[in-house]
DNA sequence: ACAAAAGTGTTCGATATACACCCATGT
DNA sequence: ACATGGGTGTATATCGAACACTTTTGT
């Protein structure tokens, strides 16, 4: 990098490596889980770690966190918010790494982990992590306290969901991101007033129970709610 | 920097200068504002822009935006957190910058500029900033909402008052925020029934009207009122 | 028939909101 | 005396919290 207009230069002293790492988040069996990358070099080899690399001098953060994502999953279309930065002196044993974090939900039918079925990537529950590479522990308890504080005044909730579901599978989410029960009927009075939510008229009928009425979001992307109410405490 | 334990070298081509800027404000005459300093080299000579600079290698994000701000004020102890990480790829005509911004609170009294008399540093108040080099003013702007937001369910807002204050006083600062009106005897019995106020049995007596009792804080930090209610809206 | 989840209303307490007058002091 | 901001209480509306039974289907 070369001084264009300005008078003082852009030290190397003064340069630091930016990396952007990502909290993908997913609900599946019943339980709140992260997607973690085994490492395959050193620092930290075969310890556990968030996905996520190194930002491109000719790409933004966002970019990068987002090409990142797509290089080890199939998505494309997520909710993808930045977290924080961390920016500790030793946070890397390498040198001097400052890693934007990003968090980002998917429903789990949508993920695919690519070309990599040998186990280097996998789901792990929140309650059971694995001893895990640099801060990254850190970053994950972060980002799961800005999940649990959003999903309060926002539908970022909803993005765990298929587009198509039922009363009962957005109760249980909430029930899993929040780890408590929530009470049926005040659940589904509030979501419904809130007008967020659109029934589709049909009915899905997976058990032995009576069917259930499967509906979709009335708004497309996440919204806050502030001046439509806010969503829990139930 | 060198390669240490690693075995991938953290290549020039990764590598980014990192900024740290704070937006700084303060409520003066009844308005809120924030500290800017004028640009005295390229790019974006003589315009006004946030406090701030370069981060050095061997200091944490944090540690360089306090001393940021202890360069440009004498303030020492102040509330300052991250906000947000700006990395769009042509933010800084110099090349790739990344800003870590942060904000902080003071009260107007705590402030003084260090050495700059000049006019290079002044407070500008919100609602007639100048022309900003960079994307300060999305920088502002970000902050400022954060600070509406924060001061529903935290105690931000008391930083913008001396150690020992009346009620109306913390009143005018809540109303200059949030750019409303409130209600006197509603703000005065949600503060008092939130417990976070000491009554110091002085009264503060300024004007030719009946002299008001002088509270301070009962809790020394910045505290989330979730659990003890929220301060506002009232 | 029964198991299993879907669906549905009301009551009660807490909290937010709206609102008006007297008090203590300086000039 | 009067101007100025300090200080106080109540009534109403809204919202959250607690709570139990009937419905519809598959087996």
């Given amino acids: 990098m070369s001084i264009r207009n300005g008078t003082r230069a852009l030290r190397a002293i003064d340069r630091h490596t930016v990396a952007a790492d990502i909290v993908l988040f997913t609900i599946q069996d019943g339980s709140l889980k992260v997607l973690l990358v085994r490492r395959d070099r050193l ?18 953060i966002d970019e990068a966190a987002l090409r990142e994502l797509q290089e080890e999953t199939n998505i494309g279309n997520v909710y993808l918010e930045q977290l924080y930065t961390f920016g500790e002196r030793d946070r890397d044993p390498r040198g001097r ?42 970053i994950i308890d972060y980002a799961l306290e800005r999940l649990r504080n959003k999903i309060n005044y926002t539908t970022v909730g909803f993005q765990f969901l298929p587009r198509q579901f039922t009363l009962t599978e957005l109760q249980r989410a909430y029930e899993v991101i929040l780890e408590q029960r929530l009470d049926k009927r005040n659940f589904r009075k509030k979501m419904l007033q809130l007008g967020i939510l659109k029934g589709t008229g049909q009915f899905n009928t997976n058990g032995r129970q009576r069917p259930a009425r499967v509906y979709t979001f009335a708004e497309p992307k996440v919204i806050k709610l502030q001046e439509k109410g806010i969503i829990v405490p139930f």
């Fill in 97 to 138: 790494v400052v890693t934007v974090a990003y968090y980002a939900l998917v429903h789990w039918q949508q993920f695919q982990v690519r070309g990599k079925p040998d186990g280097s990537a996998a789901w792990f529950a929140i309650k059971r992590l694995p001893e895990l590479a640099f801060d990254h522990r850190r």
């Fill in 43 to 60: 620092p930290f080899r075969g310890r556990w770690s968030l996905p996520g690399g190194f930002v491109r001098t000719d790409e933004s």
